[in-house]
């Protein structure tokens, strides 16, 4: 079966252009813009003239164009860079306008100046959270079965990794990490002889379409694979290990963008452990890589994973807080924090972290999850565009429109960061619609002022060229609100997870309850909610500015959809609503089901309307979906039936 081509189909862009003659008018040629002509020539099968009289687009670079170096300018006849990276973004921004049947006028400049995928994949083929198939960088060439892996443990598969890199760049994507930030095993010696050698070779590849390449580190790696005692960062031998190492890396790669660090964090090696903070694990690092200009990502989800439930006071969620906040303006200038978008863990619903607006003098990067761990596993249909927009536009402290750049001191060091959601399935993603996500990902880091529903249907324009206005308009009412939809049925009102431990897929109520992990609800029969207040509670509400603290801090002021986040409510309490606490709680399961149910039908309707393949892709992970929805609403339900002895006051079906 062909490899699925997403919003990028050749056969579909080759007729469109047709009549087109490029001329690449250039005073100078770099590995991008020989990238560039390969794609006209290659990959398009298009022709390319030197003469620009002949030419009906010319492509250009003028460095007055803007002050970004990857700002790009469409016009009718025309694409210009300011720089050859700039150019080669405009070259993707002209098919996307091309294919879309949008005008061909367009000037932009990106958002955001680091625009980073994390992979989390293993050096034995399977990745960490994925559910598209095994890894596309480690494994067997030509499989999809991890237990089907060679002596070499890269997949040396490059047709797939240049397609790769061509999604990427054409949705403005410049930086990406290839490997799992629970570096373990083998995966430790990636940054050295032979591995760096053959990272080095996927590196020169994707440096054609722009993109920087990073790899994540066990902070123990000079214990590991240095033959050192220690991994102390203030130990002078521990230094020189990692001056040489990198120094060595760049000898490969001279681009190398950089490392990925989980420190101290899951059972994660890092400073902690000799009496060091993260300051002085990441500047260790960062000096080492001053002479290149590469980058220090220091991931800040660390929290005690050994919390003692009993204690009410224990939360988890002002763990990053905790941690991060007192050494706001010790980093080094080429040191990134990777901080969450929420407090958890990519959940459902979550508030914004409160580390965002408070950091004033370190850089930044917002990371989110395209890999739906807690989001349905690409089974369940949620396009979460809306989720992260609103994390992007949440107002704290008062900041700019950006305040992830205006925070950073060295603004080019900031952006967002997403964990990819791709593997060797046939249509990347696992579930075709899932490609949703990995697009709309992309294009809010390029434009941040784009509407979930602007990109999606962008997306359906550019994946679903050839199909009927109402068949288009039938997949986008699916998706639209496919992210609510998937929230109704799960935990209520930002409670946590109650999902099943470790897999996070499918309801177990009290899964987590009592667990280490920091994730509970509470629950008793008397209502539910997590006491986040000052008064009361964690004291978490206080770390946002004293505006949004006190909103969260006062249970009638907080929305009912972020409520149990916050507070500890009644089972009778009347929310904005207009409905209790245990009405909502009923209501929004049997919805969510509903609304599902309603989702095979649309779907059914479109048999024969769209391929084969992807009608019975999506239909059959609707049906696995529709039994999730079943099994979130008759547990969550007769849950809180059970706990609480209040029925239905429609009377439906809650077993008892």
């Excluded at 249509?427 to 979930?452: E, I, P, T």
Aim: proline share 3%; with cysteine.
């Amino acid at each position: 079966m062909a490899i699925d081509e997403m919003w990028l189909q050749s056969s579909i862009l080759k007729k469109r252009l047709t009549n087109e003659i490029f001329y690449v008018n250039l005073e100078y040629e770099d590995k991008i813009t020989i990238r560039l002509r390969s794609e006209i020539c290659e990959w398009l099968g298009c022709q390319l003239t030197g003469e620009r009289s002949e030419a009906t687009v010319v492509l250009s670079v003028d460095c007055k164009l803007d002050v970004n170096l990857e700002a790009y300018e469409v016009k009718e006849n025309e694409i210009i860079g300011t720089s050859s990276v700039g150019l080669l973004y405009g070259f993707y921004a002209y098919l996307r306008l091309k294919l879309s049947g949008a005008n061909l006028s367009e000037k932009s400049a990106p958002a955001q100046s680091l625009r980073m995928i994390n992979h989390w994949d293993q050096v034995d083929g399977t990745i960490e959270r994925g559910y598209a198939g095994e890894s596309i960088f480690f494994g067997r060439f030509g499989s999809n079965d991890v237990k089907d892996i060679g002596t070499d443990i890269f997949r040396n598969d490059f047709t797939r990794l240049k397609m790769y890199a061509r999604f990427l760049a054409s949705i403005g994507i410049n930086a990406i990490s290839l490997n799992n930030v629970n570096v373990r095993g083998l995966g430790t010696s990636l940054i050295v002889s032979p591995y760096i050698e053959k990272v080095g070779e996927i590196a020169k590849l994707f440096a054609t379409f722009g993109l920087k390449t990073f790899l994540a580190i066990n902070w123990a790696a000079p214990k590991l694979i240095g033959e050192l005692k220690t991994s102390d960062p203030l130990d002078e031998n521990v230094y020189t290990w990692w001056q040489q190492t990198i120094d060595h890396i760049y000898e490969v790669i001279p681009d190398f963008g950089g490392l990925v660090v989980k420190a101290d964090s899951e059972g994660e090696p890092g400073p902690y452990q000799y009496g060091r903070n993260h300051a002085d694990g990441a500047n260790m690092l960062a000096k080492a890589f001053e002479k290149y200009n590469g980058l220090v990502i220091w991931r800040t989800f660390v929290y005690n994973s050994q919390t003692d439930w009993r204690n009410r006071k224990n939360d988890r969620a002002k763990a990053a807080y905790e941690n991060f906040m007192p050494l706001d303006g010790d980093f080094s200038d080429n040191v990134i924090l990777q901080i969450k978008f929420g407090p958890i863990d990519f959940g459902v619903r979550e508030p914004l972290m409160p580390l965002f607006g408070a950091l004033k003098k370190t850089n930044q990067l917002m990371e989110f999850q395209i890999t739906a761990e807690y989001l349905g596993h690409q089974i369940d249909l949620n396009y979460v565009l809306s989720q992260w927009l609103e994390m992007i536009h949440f107002d704290n402290y008062g900041q700019p429109e950006d305040t992830i750049s205006a925070n950073s001191p060295v603004a080019t060091h900031s952006g967002f960061v997403a964990i990819g959601n791709v593997g060797m399935d046939e249509n990347w993603c696992g579930n075709k619609l899932a490609q949703a996500n990995f697009y709309g990902f992309g294009r809010m880091c390029w434009n941040n002022d784009l509407s979930a529903a602007e990109i999606l249907q962008e997306w359906l324009a550019l994946t679903f060229p050839e199909v009927k206005a109402e068949v288009q308009k039938e997949i986008y009412e699916l998706l639209i609100d496919s992210n609510q939809t998937y929230e109704l049925y799960n935990a209520p009102l930002a409670v946590g997870s109650m999902m099943v431990p470790h897999y996070h897929y499918g309801p177990s109520i009290n899964g987590y309850e009592y667990d280490r992990w920091g994730a509970f609800h509470f629950a008793d029969r008397n209502g539910l909610g997590i006491d986040r207040t000052t008064a009361t509670g964690t004291g978490y509400a206080s770390l946002y500015a004293p505006e949004v603290a006190e909103i969260f801090e006062d249970k009638s002021k907080t929305p009912d959809e972020i409520l149990l986040f916050f507070h500890y409510v009644e089972y009778g309490h009347l929310l904005h609503n207009g409905k209790t606490l245990i009405q909502t709680i009923y209501d929004q399961h049997f919805e969510g089901f509903e609304r599902v149910k309603s989702y095979i039908k649309s779907w059914k309707s479109l048999k024969g309307q769209v391929d084969e393949a992807t009608y019975d892709n999506v239909a059959e992970r609707l049906e696995r979906q529709l039994e999730n929805a079943r099994n979130w609403r008759d547990q969550v339900n007769t849950y809180f039936y059970r706990m609480s002895g209040i029925p239905d006051d429609k009377g439906r079906e809650i077993y008892r």
